[in-house]
């Protein structure tokens, strides 16, 4: 893949970040540097606690780097924007909006006519099979569903980057997959830049064009690995030689990383 | 669907027999009390208590002493509900106001209101004005504290995806503060009503002219324990009606809400 020749959508430049804790200063970040493409899909693997969560947020614009900053289309970030959509594990959804007031929630604050921010809401709703469900209350709905809607919530924002903190962590090994395949549909229709963060190996492989493996504490970059399979990919990818190859390649390396938390 | 229906009906049945049940039991209960020798003076049973309700329209007292409360409750759970609200707000807001307001609340909320309504004489006068002052007092630091700690522990991650989705500060506190303090808001009523109910004797402590803690205080002076006794449970009944109210104001705002059975 020619990664080179395609524009740096997202450069995250010498990122540091440091959080005060009860013991004094305790260092999450140490200098991460990334180019992410446009279009393109990452996924970010490494042992918890190791950062992944806080590289979100800074992208996000929701924490500010000790030192470093982010460029978006090569203008530095301040604060959050709804160029970078976001879906939370915790799903995040209103209780008190229905799945359509949900999805309509970025559309309302960017003050798109009425009648048109339903459209577009009933479209996404459409898009991840909740058709039927608009009027539904989130407490009605199973934890699957609710992170549905929370992706559809994201895109009708109509974002650049999706940024996904272990979106897929919470749900149950069927549906985790099921909802693993949609996205990729998605991202293959709709071309969104994706940051994607997990701690399940085979769900990274299955998504991204690059893995990036972070280290244990304090979080850097410790290697980033080309999936070189090509789209669309399914389950089936999974029996791929190319696939088993590439998941012990990653697993040793998260492994060790874990191996190092763990003393 | 069909199952499902007849098996949530017969669940709100069991729940009214069960009431049912409860009733009878707390009606034998009384009747053993009034046959007691000793228990029997504090507590004739219904035949001599319902009766009293026309004993004390006929004297003039029954409507006067519960519009008399009631106005007391009324202007005194109001001021206290809008007063609480802002200031709740404030001290989730500004530290420094939490930090000054709230330990004062908890101080004086352990102080039975009895206690102090004689210092409130002394600056306001005998009547109603103390006892609505009282109520205003005890049923603010109620839903002050209760308001406030809604507010802190509102899930940050929905003012964060609120936030990435392009809400600014007037947005999230019109769209996410506020719809997710109302569950904490109805609490704090409930709470406030019976704190204003609580408070309502001592109110009345202070040279009311009418009302049913004033008439009750009356009635023991004169050892009329049967329409004493009803004054106590019409305080009671006062107390379930208003609380039911609340439970219907409650299901219509916050259906949304997830519930631990
Ligand atoms: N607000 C915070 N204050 C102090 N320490 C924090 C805070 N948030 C995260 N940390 C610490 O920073 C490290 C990285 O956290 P996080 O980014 O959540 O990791 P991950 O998502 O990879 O599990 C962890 O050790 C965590 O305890
Ligand atoms: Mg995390």
Redesign the interface.
Known sequence: MAREDKLVKLKIDNVYKEYEGRNGKMVALNGVNLDIAENEFICVVGPSGCGKSTLLNII???LEPTSGAVYLDGKQIEG???E???V?Q?Y??????TVIKNVM??LE??KVPKDQTEQIARKYIKAVGLEGFENS???ELSGGMKQRVAIA??YA?NPEVLLLDEPFGALDAQTRVQLQTELLNTWEQEKKTCFFITHDVDEAIILAQRVIIMSARPGRIKKIVNIDIPYPRTQETKSHPRFLELKAEIWNEVYQEFLAVRK | MNEKGTKKKKIVISDKVWLLISLLAALLVWYLLSIGEATGRSFPFADKVVPSVKTMIDRGAFWKDIASSMTCVGIGFGLGFVTALPVAFLMAWYLPIQKIIEPWINFIRNIPALAYAPLLVITFGVGQKPAVILIWICTFMTMSITIYQGIKNIDVTLIKAARVLGANDFDIFLKIICPATVPFIITAIRLGLGAALTTLLAAESTGAQAGIGMRIRSLSNSFESAPMLMYIILLGIIGLVLLKIVDMIERKLTGWQEKIN
């Open positions: 996000a614009g929701l959050t924007g709804v970078r959509g976001v939370f915790q995040a959804l209103f209780p008190w909006r929630f970025g604050m960017k209350y989130p407490k919530r994201a924002a």
